[in-house]
């Protein structure tokens, strides 16, 4: 049930202690998978961030707020500075609010003069952002990853996706499967990528790691004063991973203007000043930690999550929108066709791209 429903508000409020007096109740963000709100106080600073749990995605909240706990504690004995955003309790000191009407709640603090962007990002702002997203994987190298449970299983399995890919081929509807024939044949001709996360996947030097796995440039909170990364949010995929998955998913994300659902492939420019400053970034944080196995796999991080990600919106299309939400009746074929004119943008210029980052890999 959304928070718009009558009395909604109140309860929620009531369960996490917040006094409702002169609050406007606003939806915020981009996400395509939970429902957030912005509780705005009118007259004071007293403002939240509200945020319905997607329970058909995550189906187990209460592993998030696991999770979260197990990072927040590590941080605050080794990294007590560091700025991790934790949510606030119930009055029963609880992490979540669950109810069978109202569904999985939490209630984050709202940073004050703060900012996120959800289009393109300058070099300078792609830099302090992968900063940000490096240093939350180094600071919490060293806890005990086995304590941590998987989120969402096969999350980047790349493996996984794609034989789920072929089932929905198979089982799509043949109008389904027609509109998207070109896009389908695509993904198959490069499946040649599945192959690669496989061997990288066997390889003992691409270490698991406590990582964020949904490295989107709107998942940092930017200071509206001096453009700096403040802080990562959206922790709900924090679980074991490979350190390149955050990187991969950065690349994808950050180097192109266009918005994830544009489709017309002139307008997948990719800005390669922004592609080399990211990379800088991330590794001002986590090069000490790399293997050379994983220096020597970043600008095929980048292809793996364009193609991961192009075939998810591609299987959702076939198996009618389950996943994603939509706005309209070929959005998530418009998003895949979308990270397909990115791949072939971004695998152009393999040679350019990794020249430019080679002194970091050193």
Known sequence: MSIDHKGALQTLCDHFGIALNGHDCIPFGSGLINRTYLLKDRNHHDDWILQQVNTTVFTRPELIAYNNYLASEHLR??????LFMSGKRT?????LFIDNELGAWRVFPFIQNSISYDGAVTPDQAFSAAQQFGRLSRNLDGIYVGAFKTIIVDFHDLGKRYA??????????PERRSIADSTIRYFVKYAHIVEEFKSAMLDPDVHTRITHNDTKVNNVLFDKDTNEAICVVDLDTLMPGKALFDLGDMIRTFISSAAEDDPDPAHCSINADVFTRLVEGWFSEMAPLLSFSEKALVFWSGQMLMYEQG????????????YYKTTRPEHNLDRAKNQMHLLTAYTARREEFTDRVRHVLK
């Open 77 to 82: 004995v080794h990294h007590p500075d560091y």
């Open 91 to 95: 009055t029963t000191g609880k992490d």
């Open 164 to 173: 789920r890919f072929t089932e929905a081929i198979n089982t799509a509807t």
């Open 311 to 322: 075939i998810r919106f591609l299987t959702d299309f076939l198996q009618n929108d389950i």
